[in-house]
């Protein structure tokens, strides 16, 4: 790094000794700007046997929720209902995220439905209450930033 001398003034020194600082300054400040990936602990709770699979779609974009159809950057898992009390999420960005789950008890990849009621178990992130359809995703949504975010989804039947 230059100096910057004005003349005869004395400013060299000082002006040295400062970009020589200006450097430890700037890099510290950018890493506490910096956010650490953060993570969802999501519980699961109210399953009523312990038959099938827990299908869990984790996504931030509104426009695919609940289903995560055609967003490849949504998470999803299937669980054994047996282990699906306990769902990690890790290395998340920072913003707002919303879960849907289905309790597909006879293992066919999909929500089982009577005349359009659903006949198998289903949740939410932030249990919105259910009337017509799923609800939307600012009913579902929560914030992750850095650190480790708790999610209790309940599931709820409907036959």
Not at 89 to 113: C, M, Q, R, S, V
Not at 131 to 149: E, H, M, Q, Y
Request: glycine share 12%; charged share 20%.
């Amino acid at each position: 790094m230059g100096s910057i001398f004005v003349s005869g003034t004395g400013f060299a020194a000082p002006t040295r000794a400062l970009a020589a600082l200006g450097i430890p300054i700037f890099l510290w400040a950018s890493l506490i700007g910096a956010t650490a990936p953060g993570s969802i602990d999501a519980g699961v709770e109210g399953l009523r046997s312990a038959k099938g699979q827990v299908l869990v779609c984790l996504t931030m974009r509104p426009d695919h929720f609940p289903d995560c159809q055609g967003d490849p950057q949504a998470r999803r898992l299937t669980v054994p209902t047996a282990k699906a009390a306990a769902l990690r999420f890790t290395d998340l960005p920072t913003g707002g995220y919303a879960i849907a789950l289905i309790h597909d008890e006879n293992g066919n990849n999909k929500l089982d439905t009577f005349f359009g009621i659903p006949k198998e178990g289903f949740g939410f992130s932030r249990n919105p209450v259910i009337r017509f359809g799923a609800p939307k995703f600012a009913a579902a949504r929560f914030d992750v930033a850095s650190g480790n975010v708790d999610e209790m989804v309940r599931v709820k039947y409907m036959l």
